[in-house]
């Protein structure tokens, strides 16, 4: 194959595609092809992150004040029902502890000094849960006890 | 990883989750390019602004429906490329506006041999038919595939083929020239 059939075969790539093999072939022995296409390949690459026109003006400050105005908002948020859930599914785990082979093992193993600690441990971490729900919850919650009133009446 | 360094779809989930500071990098990485399809559009700078920011705010206000198959850059393009088109013909109903010729020379940015190779491209972007320019523009910018500029345009995919050939083979024979020389002592 000759030098211009190989540069318009070149040409005809399309975008992320590999280099025909008959390309890298002949390159390999045409230093001539293999520096022209080098050339015209570091061109293009640096046209990838451009636009044909000069633009004089950096506007994402802009689009960020509306972009935090935009009444969409994708803010990560698990509700009260999830956390509730949630919630219900771990006390419960809490109190099935004691009939569970592991604890009977271990209280075999520690005698019955154990049971206090443990539990001091579970109250905490779920006074926690507890906590780390409520105040994710806040504004939820706040709307509730204030229709309450409403509800009640 | 720092922020700089991630994918478009990487920033996109993170977004998503919440960091909405990040979608400034989506911003910086593609204002350029939007406001160049603008340009293509409106051939007006004040209009290629007011679109670019348009674009941005919608693409984030339906982030949610980035479904992540295809390239962000190809979702975004989309969205620009119909965003165009609408804003086009809402204007070209209001008044005929005299064509501006895009300019990018005043700059000292356009005395680099990158300015140099932009004006090359943008000259032989210029012997194409005026409706297939764009194509051309998503090909080089926005690294689209020549399906995918089908797939936004409606374009027949070998119409933007050989447009796209049209123009690589002006910057070509156009490099062989004086840039080609500068280049290799780089
Ligand atoms: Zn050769």
Not at chain 2, 4 to 10: A, F, L, N
Not at chain 2, 95 to 101: C, G, M, Q, R, T
Not at chain 2, 139 to 161: A, R
Request: hydrophobic share 40%; glycine share 6%; charged share 25%.
């Amino acid at each position: 194959m000759n030098c211009n059939t190989i540069h318009k075969r070149f040409l005809e790539m399309d975008n992320r595609s590999r280099i025909p093999l008959s390309v890298r072939i002949h390159m390999l022995f045409c230093s001539r092809c293999r520096h022209d296409i080098a050339l015209l390949n570091s061109m293009l690459e640096t046209l990838k992150y451009d636009s044909p026109f000069v633009m004089d003006r950096d506007m994402s400050e802009k689009i960020m004040i509306e972009v935090f105005q935009s009444p969409v908002n994708y803010e990560h948020h698990i509700s009260g029902l999830k956390w509730s859930v949630v919630g219900l599914i771990i006390v419960v785990s809490m109190f099935l502890i004691p009939f569970s082979n592991t604890f009977g093992w271990l209280r075999q193993y520690f005698g019955r000094g154990l049971e206090l600690p443990v539990s001091i441990v579970l109250g905490l971490l779920l006074s926690i849960y507890s906590l780390a729900g409520i105040f994710s919850n806040l504004e939820e919650l706040k709307k509730f006890f204030v229709n309450l009133p409403k509800k009640i009446h | 990883m720092d922020n700089e360094h991630k994918t478009d779809e990487q920033i996109v989930k993170q977004v998503l989750f919440g960091g909405i500071e990040s979608f400034r990098i989506i911003v910086e990485r593609y204002q350029k390019r939007i406001f160049g399809i603008g340009m293509r559009f409106f051939n007006n700078r004040d209009d290629s602004y007011d679109f670019t920011q348009e674009v941005f705010i919608r693409a984030f206000e339906s982030l949610k429906s980035y479904a992540g198959r295809a390239p962000f850059r190809f979702w975004l393009t989309k969205i620009a490329y119909n965003h165009g088109i609408n804003r086009l013909s809402a204007k070209r109903t209001e008044s005929d506006v005299p064509e501006e010729i895009p300019s990018g020379e005043s700059t000292p940015e356009a005395r680099h041999l990158r300015g140099e190779i932009r004006k090359i491209l943008l000259n032989a972007v210029n012997e194409l038919p005026e409706r297939y320019r764009i194509c051309v523009d998503l090909y080089f910018f926005m690294e689209l595939t020549h399906g995918e500029i089908s797939e936004i345009t409606g374009y027949p995919v070998n119409t933007i083929k050989s447009n796209v050939l049209r123009a690589k083979i002006i910057l070509r024979n156009e490099l062989k020239g004086t840039i080609a020389e500068e280049y290799d002592e780089l």
